[in-house]
């Protein structure tokens, strides 16, 4: 039902844009996310967005250079990521919740797509 794309390899400094397609049904209601996970770290929240896209949420080592946002006539939700650091390298995955407000814990996230890895080279 989500389906994450945009992944790929990038220099230090670059930028790419992923995008969670959801299909088989609507989440224009629920709060949605970005989580990453890197190679032997727990998964870990990136940005958050409300139903409507009034309202984002940040973790603090992307702030000012990520943007998340969503587009609910084309079901798609969308993380831009600027000034790419190694240790942004993680496989990133968008999430649904079933809940009002957008959280920061993975447990408060019903739904999952399937993750697209990001590598980005010093």
């Known amino acids: 039902q989500l389906q994450a794309s945009g992944g790929g390899a990038v220099q230090a400094g670059g930028s790419l844009r992923l995008s969670c397609a959801i299909s088989?049904?609507?989440?224009?209601?629920?709060?949605m996310a970005w989580f990453r996970q890197a190679p032997g770290k727990e998964r870990e929240f990136v940005a958050g967005?409300?139903?409507?896209?009034?309202?984002?949420f940040y973790a603090d080592p992307v702030k000012g250079r990520f943007t998340i946002s969503r587009d609910n006539a084309k079901n798609t939700v969308y993380l831009q990521m600027n000034s790419l650091k190694p240790e942004d390298t993680a496989v990133y995955y968008c999430?649904?919740?079933?809940?009002?407000?957008?959280?920061?814990?993975?447990?408060?996230?019903?739904?999952w797509g399937q993750g697209t890895l990001v590598t980005v080279s010093s």
């Open positions: 999430a649904a919740s079933n809940s009002i407000l957008v959280t920061t814990a993975v447990r408060h996230y019903d739904y």
């Open positions: 967005i409300n139903w409507s896209g009034g309202s984002t």
């Open positions: 088989g049904r609507t989440f224009t209601m629920n709060p």
